[in-house]
């Protein structure tokens, strides 16, 4: 059997990652560090001298693929010389399986020691690990026009079906300073769009070195100070716990923060928001939504809803249906409740069986589907600023573009626009989830 190898020399890297928009704004971030240490990004993995594999441990499939592609790695670096890394929260989680089942494997981070990879590629090869997470100094890459700016990490809540808080430990704020360098940068870049980023991004709670306080709204009201060429500042995702009225005030005055915001309900009833221990209740929930909309009418919603909790009964899950008809949602990430290992809703009693999981979650997307054309046809009309995206492949005049409600909007241009540009379209019509419309 041929012997792993490894590279003479680190030229080339090739990285894969898996889940969230953390990890994708990370590894952005450690390719350009990659980079600026003069390695390229090689043409594919199989002539790459260093990878990096970053990981989601969320759900169970997520692992799964990455334990097949570590099968295929150990393939590849048998014929080409290579440093193979495994980073992220599998990385925090599976330490001792990852270096025992996958000893091909050269290196496991975990969420606090990704930036050694930047040391590993150096060839400096100490690696004792970090106690603390540590925020990189720029996540932006070359070209973006929407990019995302991590805030904080880590999450305090525990929810019961969730594994973050275990990978990811308990919240740290970055800086205000390093943020809004980050936001002054990302602006003289042209980016059009930053969305900030945290597992629980509002309840963002920084003190600076001469005692001033800083929460989530103050933050958000200085990214908008410093916001020039950007045009829409986000946040994912927020808890509702932690939506207070002061924030609620920032959104409808400055008009830089996108009048989309994302609220996840996970459920309509207030039993099962209990037993996941969301700190809020169906009640709670509906009267924020309520109070957002009377303060900001032109208001548009996204959300995450999970059905099939342990023990969830059909009426239960029915008040999940209802809440969604009253929240009317633009976007909706729809999901039933698996098993996730270390946590405590995987113990729980009243597990559903798989036909019943599917079956409300079916019944939920199919109204849901319906939801989202109406919601869209009351949109499709007036005039709007959108963002290119990118071009139709057979037609250069015809763009895709996104809207400030984060709405797939299909349009005929003028002019050949690449994407990344801000341009006024008339919205026509509604042709499935996208707004049809003309250029002005
Ligand atoms: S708030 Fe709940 S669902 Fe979100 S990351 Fe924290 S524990 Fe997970």
């Not at 980079?35 to 990096?52: L, N, S």
């Not at 769009?193 to 963002?204: F, K, P, W």
Request: charged share 30%.
């Amino acid at each position: 059997m041929k012997k792993y190898e490894k590279p003479e020399k680190i030229e080339t890297y090739w990285f894969e990652t898996y889940g969230c928009q953390m990890n994708i704004a990370e590894s952005n971030a450690l390719k350009t560090m990659l980079e600026g240490v003069g390695i390229v990004e090689a043409a594919d993995e199989e002539k790459a001298d260093i990878v990096i594999i970053n990981t989601c441990s969320v759900r169970k499939s997520a692992e799964n693929r990455v334990w097949g592609r570590l099968g295929n790695y150990s393939r590849i670096k048998k014929e080409h010389p290579m440093i193979l890394i495994v980073i992220g929260c599998m990385a925090e989680r599976l330490l001792n399986e990852l270096q025992k089942d996958a000893p091909w494997v050269d290196y496991v981070l975990g969420t606090n020691d990704k930036q050694k990879v930047i040391e590993i590629a150096t060839g400096v090869e100490s690696i004792d690990r970090d106690d603390a997470y540590s925020f990189l100094q720029s996540y932006y890459k070359e070209g973006d026009f929407s990019t995302f700016v991590p805030i904080m990490n880590g999450c305090n809540n525990f929810c019961t079906y969730c594994i973050v808080p275990y990978v990811r430990g308990r919240e740290v704020s970055r800086s205000v300073e390093s943020i809004l360098e980050e936001v002054k940068f990302l602006d003289s870049k042209n980016v059009k769009e930053i969305t900030l980023l945290g597992q629980n991004v509002n309840s963002y709670n920084y003190i600076d070195e001469y005692g001033n306080q800083f929460n989530f709204p103050k933050l958000l009201e200085k990214v908008c100070d410093v916001a020039n060429n950007i045009q829409w500042i986000r946040f994912e995702s927020p808890h509702p716990k932690d939506f207070s009225d002061e924030l609620i005030q920032v959104i409808k005055n400055q008009e830089k923060v996108a009048k989309h915001l994302h609220i996840p309900l996970q459920s309509g009833n207030s039993r099962i928001l209990k037993k996941m221990n969301r700190s809020y209740d169906r009640e709670k929930y509906l009267t924020l939504i309520e109070k957002i909309r009377k303060e900001i009418p032109n208001i548009t919603f996204a959300t995450d809803v999970m059905v099939g909790f342990p023990s969830e009964t059909e009426e239960e899950y029915l008040d999940t249906l209802s809440a969604m008809e009253i929240l009317r949602c633009n976007e909706a990430y729809m999901y039933f409740w698996n098993p996730r290992e270390g946590t405590p809703a995987t113990k729980m009693d009243g597990q559903l069986s798989d036909k019943i999981k599917h079956e409300r979650l079916q019944k939920i997307i199919d109204r849901q589907q319906e939801i989202f054309g109406e919601e869209k046809e009351k949109y499709a009309n007036g005039i709007h600023t959108v963002l290119v995206t990118k071009e139709s492949r057979n037609d250069k005049k015809q763009m895709l573009a996104r809207d400030e409600h984060n709405q797939m909007v299909a349009f005929s241009a003028n002019e050949e626009l690449s994407p990344g540009t801000l341009v006024k379209v008339e919205y026509l019509s509604v042709n499935g989830n996208t707004i049809i419309g003309r250029q002005i």
